[in-house]
């Protein structure tokens, strides 16, 4: 039998871009689950937008080229929407002020990595 002390991560695994990916959609569960009566369709949208940033950052690394940039594309876009959706729940008293600026410090920051990935993918 073979010890394994390490963990072997995947290509994505090793990306700040997931890392930061991962951390935001923690941060919109907690943040949804406390969005309170009448805000369960918005709430669902951002956590619906949040998984697919992550999920789609994971699928693109998994694809090549043209590929690879429309999964990172499609991240990004669901990123913008999460910002987005993010800003209708402070608007509507459904979040808190600092969990919202928390979240779009880590969404600015995921913007931007995705970006730089996808414009390495297909130039």
């Given amino acids: 039998m073979v010890e394994t002390t390490k963990v072997e991560r995947l290509e994505h695994e090793r990306l700040h871009a997931y890392a930061a990916a ?7 569960i907690a943040l949804t689950r406390r969005a309170g009566r009448g805000h369960g369709w918005l709430a669902d949208q951002a956590t619906r ?8 950052l994971a699928e ?3 694809r090549e080229g043209l590929d690879r940039a429309r999964t990172l594309r499609i ?3 669901s990123a913008l929407e999460l910002d987005a959706a993010l800003t ?3 608007n509507r008293g459904a979040c808190r002020e600092a969990e919202r600026v928390a979240a779009k410090r880590l969404t600015v920051r995921i913007v931007s990595m995705l970006t730089a990935l996808r414009n390495r993918a297909a130039p």
């Fill in 22 to 28: 991962v951390e935001l959609d923690a941060a919109v």
């Fill in 49 to 56: 937008a949040s998984a697919s940033v992550v999920l789609n």
């Fill in 60 to 62: 693109g690394m998994g």
């Fill in 75 to 77: 991240a990004r876009g």
């Fill in 88 to 90: 209708l729940l402070l």
